[in-house]
């Protein structure tokens, strides 16, 4: 309900979930498809546009269903792009200087970063 949106709790906004996990599927496949066919040259930026229509399209039902604010779900477009396209980016580059490592010892559960110069 509209209440909902315009009432006392505006405050409690959170980017949408459902847009984020769209855009990181989308947009991974996209970019896993165009790093394994580099011969389709400029018309892998046809393969980012088709990856694109989902989130925006699920982005504008959430708006329409009123779950969601129109920041909402640009901010979970963009997480879930950016999250799309670097997790199989940073896995491509295997001659990484930076390497994150999960640290478990008796005083501290965590991780662990190095970066080399």
Sequence with gaps: PWWRKTGGVTQTSF??????????ATFFVA?????YHPEWGNKKYLVYAAA???PIFIGY??????????TD???????????????PHLHK???SNLAI??????RFN???MTLKF
């Design 73 to 87: 779900v640009i901010t979970g477009f963009i997480v879930g792009t950016t999250t799309g396209i670097l997790v």
């Design 101 to 106: 490592v999960p640290v478990a010892t008796g």
């Design 61 to 70: 039902y959430r708006i329409k269903a009123m779950e969601h604010f129109p």
């Design 52 to 54: 694109a229509l989902p």
């Design 110 to 112: 965590g991780f662990a």
């Design 15 to 24: 980017y949408s979930g459902h847009t984020s996990s769209s855009a990181a």
């Design 93 to 95: 580059n295997k001659q």
């Design 31 to 35: 970019k896993v498809f165009c790093d």
